[in-house]
Nanobody, 120 residues
Framework: VRLVESGGGLVQSGESLRLSCAAS????????MGWYRQAPGKQRELVAV???????TYLDSVKGRFTVSIDNARNTVYLQMNSLKPEDSAVYYC???????????????WGQGTQVTVSS
């Protein structure tokens, strides 16, 4: 299973970006998909996650500005980021809890990361 992100970039404060992450390979089931981020010198933190039973969780600092959604037909998760702030600058990583069709076990998968930079 591979997770491939796209959509990062450089924007100004107040602008928007949309990240996408497509899961491909032998996928039996997806339990959850979401986004983490890591800024220089800081720990990786959960930004947003959506589960297969419809539960959505957001980092407090992004509530009301970011929206996570999933297209189950395309195995793709999105992160719509509005009203971006300089403190949102980080490498954003896609994360999935997926049952792959080879091991038929629930495993964690990570994307390669995409840089988001917000200038003030």
């Amino acid at each position: 299973v591979r997770l491939v992100e796209s959509g990062g970039g450089l924007v100004q404060s107040g602008e928007s970006l949309r990240l996408s992450c497509a899961a491909s390979g032998s996928i039996f089931a997806i339990y959850a998909m979401g986004w983490y981020r890591q800024a220089p010198g800081k720990q990786r933190e959960l930004v947003a996650v959506t589960t297969n039973d419809g539960k959505i969780t957001y980092l407090d600092s992004v509530k009301g500005r970011f929206t996570v959604s999933i297209d189950n037909a395309r195995n793709t998760v999105y992160l719509q980021m509005n009203s971006l702030k300089p403190e949102d600058s980080a490498v954003y990583y896609c994360h999935g809890e997926i049952v792959d069709g080879v091991s038929v076990s629930r495993r964690e998968f990570w994307g390669q990361g995409t840089q988001v930079t917000v200038s003030s």
